[in-house]
């Protein structure tokens, strides 16, 4: 079949198959949880150095009512499964992100994905508030340690984020920080302060 592949072919081979880096010596599980739109596959698909895993589908006359669409009158896709990427965080340590679902119908799926997750991050849109309430709920009864991001829509209002904490009711030690879903930068900020809070919080370090 002649199948053998030429020096170039393997060179893009070994760029496009992406092995964790020998050097990694611990691995975690995390998930990005959060309502609908709230920015999660964005989040993943910011931060991940793998190919992200999505399962988007375009949302379709069907979901209309069983989403909640309000806001948010640019969301043609909604993730029906879950996102899932990668990222070393340092030669030692790599993360895996599980991007769940936010609609109450996909609570079970996510009831599962929580096991063997060392935390999660919540991401939040000041916008709908109120709907973060049941994610941090379902974490706080599963015993998920978790740190709370605000996605920083452009054109929402912004609030300081102690009045963000008073509003979520968030206890005193749970990190809370601002992100750009899109921004790599924020996002990494994000991620790097849930771990040292779940490291922090296992009395060990990476
Ligand atoms: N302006 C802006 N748009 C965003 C941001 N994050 C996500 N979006 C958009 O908001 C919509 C919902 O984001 P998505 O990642 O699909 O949310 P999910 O349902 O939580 O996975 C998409 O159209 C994104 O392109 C952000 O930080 N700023
Ligand atoms: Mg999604």
């Given at each position: 079949?002649?199948?053998?592949?030429?020096?170039?072919?393997?060179a893009?081979?070994?760029?496009?198959?992406?092995?964790?880096p020998?050097?990694?010596?611990?691995?975690?599980?995390?998930?990005?949880?959060?309502?609908?739109?709230?920015?999660?596959?964005?989040?993943?698909?910011?931060v991940?150095?793998?190919?992200?895993?999505?399962?988007?589908?375009?949302?379709?006359?069907?979901?209309v009512?069983?989403?909640?669409?309000?806001?948010?009158?640019?969301k043609?896709?909604?993730?029906?499964a879950?996102d899932?990427?990668?990222i070393?965080?340092?030669?030692?340590?790599a993360?895996?992100?599980?991007?769940?679902?936010?609609?109450?119908?996909?609570i079970?799926?996510?009831?599962?994905?929580?096991?063997?997750?060392?935390?999660?991050?919540?991401?939040?849109?000041?916008r709908?508030?109120?709907?973060?309430?049941?994610?941090?709920?379902?974490l706080?009864?599963?015993?998920v340690?978790?740190?709370?991001?605000?996605?920083?829509?452009?054109?929402?209002?912004?609030?300081?984020?102690?009045e963000?904490?008073?509003?979520?009711d968030?206890?005193?030690?749970?990190?809370?920080t601002?992100?750009?879903?899109?921004?790599?930068?924020?996002?990494l900020?994000?991620?790097?302060t849930?771990?040292?809070?779940?490291?922090?919080r296992?009395?060990?370090?990476s």
């Amino acid at each position: 079949m002649g199948s053998a592949l030429s020096p170039s072919e393997t060179a893009t081979l070994s760029r496009t198959v992406d092995y964790v880096p020998e050097t990694v010596t611990r691995s975690v599980k995390l998930l990005v949880a959060g309502n609908f739109g709230v920015g999660k596959t964005t989040f993943v698909g910011s931060v991940s150095e793998i190919k992200p895993l999505r399962t988007e589908e375009t949302i379709t006359e069907a979901s209309v009512g069983v989403d909640d669409m309000a806001g948010l009158p640019g969301k043609v896709t909604t993730t029906v499964a879950m996102d899932f990427g990668r990222i070393t965080l340092n030669p030692q340590l790599a993360l895996y992100l599980f991007g769940t679902p936010g609609q109450r119908r996909f609570i079970p799926l996510w009831e599962e994905l929580s096991r063997g997750a060392l935390g999660a991050l919540v991401l939040i849109d000041t916008r709908r508030i109120d709907k973060a309430d049941e994610v941090l709920a379902v974490l706080e009864e599963r015993g998920v340690p978790y740190s709370v991001a605000v996605n920083e829509f452009e054109g929402s209002q912004r609030f300081p984020l102690t009045e963000i904490r008073d509003a979520l009711d968030l206890e005193p030690g749970t990190p809370l920080t601002a992100l750009d879903a899109r921004d790599r930068g924020t996002c990494l900020r994000s991620l790097i302060t849930l771990v040292e809070y779940l490291f922090q919080r296992q009395g060990g370090s990476s």
